[in-house]
Each structure stands twice: as structure tokens, then as C-alpha cells.
């Protein structure tokens, strides 16, 4: 019986045998309920002398969005835009930001209803056609093009998240270390040089 065998490897080796499961299962119901926010189409450009940045986002994990809004939670599309100016040695020097938000929720009918700012609301039996619809097209306006200084490089970030509206702020801030968000933040950087 080396298996049971307490002096020598064996113990070492059913400790190590036992973490491997453990970390693959964490691992696996991790991979299972991956959800992410993906971005298509980032465009910055000059419209009628301001900076507008255009671009799409498509949620991942469709069935566990849906699960949510059938629970009867909101759920809202956030995205921080920032423009900085580009430094070598210290932090960058932020030259603009703008905040974009879209409210998600479920009619008593069944529909799902996207509100856009500036847009009104719009809806559709099927999510991955609201999605299509709502958020492959999001502009952020970041303030008067001359703003900007040629032969200077420039950062474009963006964050987006996707977060449960009904999660009281006292249960947030008391469970700082936890994440409340339907699917997990993520950020995105463009560099360019005007």
C-alpha cells in the first residue's frame, strides 16, 4: 500500500495530485462562465470639428445576460472614454473624457428593451438582435478637435463594463473585493500620433 504510505513522496504527491483537480475544476467552471464585452469597429475621427469616437460592442454569453434580465434585474451597458496626451516618464495628461451609458432590461411582454442616450429606447424579442441593433454603433463625443496639437501622440482608452443596476451601493461598497458586474470590466487602448 505505497499509496497510503505516510512517510516518504506519497503524502507530497496526493497534495500536489489534489491541488492540480481543484485548480482545473476552478478553472473549468471559470472557462464555463466566461463572459466577456468585445469591441468592433473603433473609429476616431474629426466630425464637424470635434472628436468622435465610433465603435460596436458585443457581448459574449448570451445565455447568462438573458438569465439575468428574465430574473428581473437591470443591466447597463457603461463605457468611459479618455483622450491623454502621450508622456515618457510620468503618468499620461488627460485631455478629455466623456461617459456613455445604455440601460438593458425586460418588458413584462417578453421584449427586451435597450435605452440609448439621446435615442429613446428600442426593442426586440431576441437579444443578439438588440445587441446588433443598440450597440453596434456607440458615439462619444470628447470635446473640440483643435484641442489637439499636430505632431503630438495621443492615448484613446476605453473602458467598458457591463453592470447590475439593482445592487444597493451599501452591499457594493461593504463587499469592495467583489464584483457585482453581470460580465467583468474590460479595457482597451489605442495609440496614435495627429
Not at 114 to 128: F, K, M, N, Q
Request: glycine share 8%; with cysteine; aromatic share 10%.
Amino acid at each position: 500500500m505505497a499509496f497510503c504510505d505516510i512517510s516518504g513522496r506519497a503524502p507530497r504527491r496526493f497534495a500536489v495530485l489534489l491541488a492540480l483537480v481543484v485548480m482545473a475544476t476552478a478553472l473549468g467552471v471559470q472557462a464555463v462562465q466566461a463572459q466577456e464585452l468585445l469591441l468592433s469597429n473603433l473609429v476616431l475621427n474629426n466630425f464637424e470639428g470635434r472628436i468622435r469616437v465610433r465603435f460596436g460592442v458585443e457581448p459574449t454569453g448570451l445565455d447568462r445576460i438573458r438569465q439575468s434580465l428574465e430574473a428581473g434585474e437591470r443591466l447597463a451597458l457603461r463605457c468611459r472614454a479618455r483622450l491623454s496626451s502621450k508622456r515618457d516618464y510620468v503618468w499620461n495628461l488627460e485631455v478629455s473624457a466623456a461617459t456613455w451609458e445604455s440601460e438593458l432590461r425586460r418588458l413584462k411582454g417578453g421584449d427586451f428593451v435597450a435605452t440609448l442616450p439621446g435615442h429613446g429606447s428600442i426593442a426586440d424579442r431576441e437579444l443578439g438582435s438588440l445587441f446588433r441593433k443598440a450597440w453596434n454603433e456607440i458615439m462619444v463625443d470628447l470635446g473640440p478637435w483643435e484641442g489637439l496639437e499636430r505632431g503630438s501622440t495621443y492615448v484613446l482608452s476605453l473602458e467598458l463594463s457591463l453592470a447590475r443596476l439593482d445592487v444597493s451601493p451599501w452591499l457594493k461598497k461593504g463587499l469592495f473585493f467583489w464584483s457585482f458586474d453581470a460580465a467583468p470590466s474590460v479595457s482597451y487602448q489605442l495609440d496614435f500620433t495627429y
